[in-house]
């Protein structure tokens, strides 16, 4: 059976990777003033904080519609016996809704929803990709891939809490009260919502250094994939936890800039650890 995947462009996996494991990508659009861009197309999280900074609003992000979804199952199940697509957490956007009416038209067309965003859905889709690969039957991954979904651990660090303030998740006191303290809010996927559930309060990098122990001894993980994935540069700051990943053994580490849509909300400063928890 050729089995093959898509997945809503916020899963942010590297392009190659992608192409590696033929995963096809749908994009989220993003509106800035009258004007729509595609995730991953011709938007990038650069043109996103210029925007930004411009306008001081923020962009929209805009789930796409069960008919697009429709038209990319149909393309596929021309060359395909199934289809195993992953959506954006369903408590996040509608995308996961719309996926799965367009999955109701076709046969073996499977919508995963998995709780997670950003390289939360990515670890699942590769995970998924490894399966194909070994040959294992389309019911067994599918079986597997729903009990890995509870598995996943993603969560951040947002540093710059104006993203959130903009998108009226954060009061302007408890802005101004982060900023005086330097506080390091951590946002933590839970039955796929986003929940803060710890602060950090002092330099980023020491921040991060606790975030992360904090992490392994709450969340065991399995070693054998790991995500750094971060909404900026951060000068050197990301490159530092990669190599404290690195120590802990995991096999696989994989740095990862965030995509468009997820630093429409998060803005620059973000970076978070994802992997799939014991």
Same mark, same amino acid.
């Given at each position: 059976m050729?089995?093959?995947?898509?997945?809503?462009?916020?899963?942010?996996?590297?392009q190659?990777?992608?192409?590696?494991?033929?995963?096809?990508?749908?994009?989220?659009?993003? !509106?800035?003033?009258?004007?729509?861009y595609?995730?991953?197309?011709n938007?990038?999280?650069?043109?996103? #904080?210029?925007?930004?900074?411009?306008?001081?609003?923020?962009?929209?992000?805009?789930?796409?519609?069960?008919?697009?979804?429709?038209?990319?199952?149909?393309?596929?199940?021309?060359? #395909?016996d199934?289809?195993?697509?992953?959506?954006?957490?369903?408590?996040?956007?509608?995308?996961?809704?719309?996926?799965?009416?367009?999955?109701?038209?076709?046969?073996?067309?499977?919508?995963i929803?998995?709780?997670?965003?950003? @390289?939360? @859905?990515?670890?699942?889709?590769?995970?998924?990709?490894?399966?194909?690969?070994?040959?294992?039957?389309?019911?067994?991954?599918?079986?597997? !891939?729903?009990?890995?979904?509870?598995?996943?651990?993603?969560?951040?660090?947002?540093? =710059?809490?104006?993203?959130?303030?903009?998108?009226?998740?954060?009061?302007?006191?408890?802005?101004?009260?982060? =900023?005086?303290?330097?506080?390091?809010?951590?946002?933590?996927?839970?039955?796929?919502?986003?929940?803060?559930?710890?602060?950090y309060?002092?330099?980023? @990098?020491?921040?991060?250094?606790?975030?992360l122990?904090?992490?392994?001894?709450?969340?065991?993980?399995?070693?054998?994939?790991?995500?750094?994935? @971060?909404?900026?540069?951060?000068?050197?700051?990301?490159?530092?936890?990669?190599?404290?990943?690195?120590?802990?053994?995991?096999?696989?580490?994989?740095?990862?800039?965030?995509?468009?849509?997820?630093?429409?909300?998060?803005?620059?400063?973000? !970076?978070?650890?994802?992997?799939?928890?014991?």
């Open positions: 050729k089995i093959v995947i898509t997945a809503d462009s916020t899963c942010d996996i590297p190659n990777l992608v192409e590696k494991n033929n995963i096809h990508i749908i994009p989220i659009a993003i !509106i800035m003033g009258d004007k729509e595609l995730e991953g197309v938007i990038s999280r650069l043109d996103i #904080y210029e925007f930004v900074d411009k306008n001081n609003i923020l962009p929209k992000t805009s789930a796409r519609g069960s008919y697009e979804y429709k038209e990319v199952f149909e393309k596929l199940k021309k060359e #395909y199934a289809i195993i697509h992953f959506s954006l957490s369903f408590n996040i956007s509608c995308t996961g809704d719309n996926a799965l009416q367009a999955s109701k038209e076709f046969e073996n067309v499977h919508v929803d998995t709780k997670s965003l950003s @390289s939360g @859905s990515g670890l699942l889709v590769l995970s998924c990709a490894d399966k194909i690969k070994n040959g294992l039957p389309l019911e067994q991954i599918l079986e597997e !891939i729903k009990q890995e979904v509870d598995e996943v651990q993603a969560s951040f660090i947002i540093s =710059n809490l104006n993203y959130l303030k903009k998108g009226g998740r954060c009061s302007a006191i408890a802005l101004l009260g982060a =900023n005086l303290l330097g506080i390091k809010i951590q946002i933590q996927l839970i039955d796929g919502k986003m929940q803060p559930t710890e602060k309060i002092g330099k980023i @990098s020491a921040c991060l250094e606790k975030y122990s904090n992490l392994i001894k709450e969340y065991p993980p399995k070693l054998n994939r790991v995500f750094v994935t @971060s909404s900026s540069a951060m000068h050197g700051i990301r490159e530092k936890l990669v190599k404290q990943v690195k120590s802990l053994g995991f096999e696989e580490v994989i740095e990862m800039d965030a995509g468009a849509t997820i630093c429409c909300h998060c803005g620059p400063g973000t !970076i978070g650890v994802l992997y799939m928890k014991k």
